[in-house]
């Protein structure tokens, strides 16, 4: 029987994959300012001391650090400042390896995903400017043109990833030959991603699992 040509789907996380370090933080403190910020996670101290010491999911810690601070958030402004970190803040934190990566995946024409636990206020944007066909990450909550602090999808973490992946893979690959995955991914939250790849790379090395 004839080869059937599988497309391929290139993979990445972003925090540390696509970047060099977490966005989120820099986010956070690039949109309320430093005292702001610092509030923020005074208040999320206690949240954040038990997720470090392994007595709290990652999503609980991360909901109330999202809540405390992006809570009255209006849309508007979250656009705006979104648009400041990417022209700001990231060109100094792209991962030139990923980078490379992701550009020779467009180049062939293949399909690339952005799959990330970082919300999408401003990973929109960053979707927009690398120019990938999806983005699938941790949705927030809008009432009223202004953010909730709720998180509208699970954190995008862990086997999260997974779940979307693959539904997002149903709903746009339903009769095609099943794709030849490519993941990209740099802490053990990548992994259940990097297990369903055909081929994948963690920390720019390949990866066997």
């Known amino acids: 029987m004839p080869e059937v040509n599988r497309p391929v789907i290139a993979v990445f996380d972003f925090d540390g994959t696509l970047t060099r370090r977490d966005t989120l933080l820099p986010f956070l403190v690039r949109s309320l300012g430093w005292p702001k910020f610092l509030w923020a996670m005074l208040l999320s101290s206690p949240w954040l001391a038990a997720y470090a010491l392994r007595l709290m999911s990652n999503h609980r810690a991360k909901a109330r650090l999202l809540k405390v601070s992006l809570a009255g958030l ?104 099943p794709p030849e995955i490519h993941a990209y991914g740099d802490t053990p939250g990548d992994f259940p991603l990097l297990r369903m790849a055909d081929r994948a790379w963690y920390r720019a090395q390949p990866w066997t699992g």
């Open 74 to 177: 209006s849309e508007a402004q979250a656009q705006q400042q979104a648009q400041r970190f990417v022209a700001h803040d990231l060109p100094t934190q792209w991962h030139a390896w990923a980078m490379a990566q992701l550009r020779e995946h467009q180049r062939l024409g293949r399909t690339c995903v952005i799959v990330s636990a970082s919300p999408d206020l401003y990973l929109s944007t960053v979707a927009s400017k690398l120019g990938v066909n999806a983005l699938l990450c941790t949705e927030m909550t809008l009432h009223d043109g202004h953010y909730t602090g709720e998180m509208a999808t699970p954190n995008c973490h862990g086997e999260q990833k997974v779940i979307r992946l693959q539904t997002w893979l149903r709903e746009n690959f339903p009769n095609e030959a």
